[in-house]
């Protein structure tokens, strides 16, 4: 398990207690597991921040989509807990590569990849219906960004 270390006053950071940074993604969060949302962390949110969304991607395989979230209040508690994707308190969720909304965990076809986990803190709600893609997420999202946490981790299938 990893422990978040202090971070500089006004840094926004996105930490996970189940993984460090650069670290290796435990298989209870990926595809050969339970395949469930890892649980997040986050401090440092800029002043004016209304709302939070997240976006995570594996850029070795095209920036394909494995998690979309957004509007989460920026006043809440400053993190997620494990499965919050599947949770019925858990955020609006968009479209991932796999076609379903919510969290679809690492699932590498081959080798060791790279996940990055994307918090953008946005002045505005975002006015978006349905499960919307990443890109739809991040072009509403347009023009509202105050800051950008990133968290990256690798897993390799069977790790």
Not at 31 to 47: F, K
Not at 95 to 113: D, I, L, R
Request: glycine share 14%; with cysteine; proline share 9%.
């Amino acid at each position: 398990m990893h422990t978040p270390e202090a971070t500089p006053l006004g840094e926004f950071t996105l930490t996970s207690s189940a993984f460090a940074q650069g670290g290796a993604i435990p298989r209870t969060y990926a595809c050969d597991g339970q395949d469930i949302s890892p649980p997040l962390e986050w401090s440092g949110a800029p002043d004016g921040t209304k709302t939070l969304a997240l976006v995570m991607t594996d850029p070795d395989a095209g920036e394909f989509v494995h998690w979309v979230f957004f509007n989460v209040d920026a006043t809440a508690s400053g993190g997620i807990p494990t499965g919050f994707s599947d949770s019925p308190d858990g955020p609006t969720q968009g479209k991932n590569s796999f076609g379903k909304a919510g969290y679809g965990g690492p699932c590498p076809p081959s080798g060791t990849h790279h996940y990055l986990f994307r918090l953008l803190a946005l002045d505005t709600s975002l006015e978006l219906t349905g499960a919307p893609s990443a890109s739809q997420v991040l072009g509403a999202a347009d023009g509202h960004i105050l800051g950008e946490a990133k968290l990256t981790a690798t897993y390799r299938k069977g790790g």
